[in-house]
């Protein structure tokens, strides 16, 4: 399963750092990422990193969001800073073997999701 934290409220321009620990399900994960869905949208892919370190990042949070993981602890983290309203969406962790499920939003394991508010 994924386990997701770190949300909440923060200012416009502001940062905040999301986790997401992956257990039971390490040796079936390759490709992690982080999903959002702001309410009356679509969820859409935020960013996307495999066990190599190789990542891709959606054009809006490009520059100011940043990807990583710790293989050791099974961990994908999101530092999310100058923070804009729009960014205001429910995020949610993903993982599987297979990059392009992640990446086309399919991905075989879902995280519970984190809410971020980002108001003044």
């Known amino acids: 399963q994924l386990q997701a934290s770190g949300g909440g409220l923060v200012q416009p321009g502001g940062s905040l750092s999301l986790s997401c620990a992956a257990s039971g399900i390490i040796f079936s994960i390759n490709t992690m990422g982080w999903y959002r869905q702001a309410p009356g949208k679509q969820r859409e892919l935020v960013a996307a990193?495999?066990?190599?370190?190789?990542?891709n990042y959606a054009d809006s949070v490009q520059g100011r969001f940043t990807i990583s993981r710790d293989n050791a602890k099974n961990t994908v983290y999101l530092q999310m800073n100058s923070l804009k309203p729009d960014d205001t969406a429910v995020y949610y962790c993903?993982?599987?073997?297979?990059?392009?499920?992640?990446?086309?939003?399919?991905?075989?394991?879902w995280g519970q999701g984190t809410l971020v508010t980002v108001s003044s």
């Open positions: 990193i495999t066990r190599s370190g190789s990542t």
């Open positions: 993903a993982a599987d073997y297979y990059g392009n499920y992640v990446l086309r939003g399919i991905p075989r394991h």
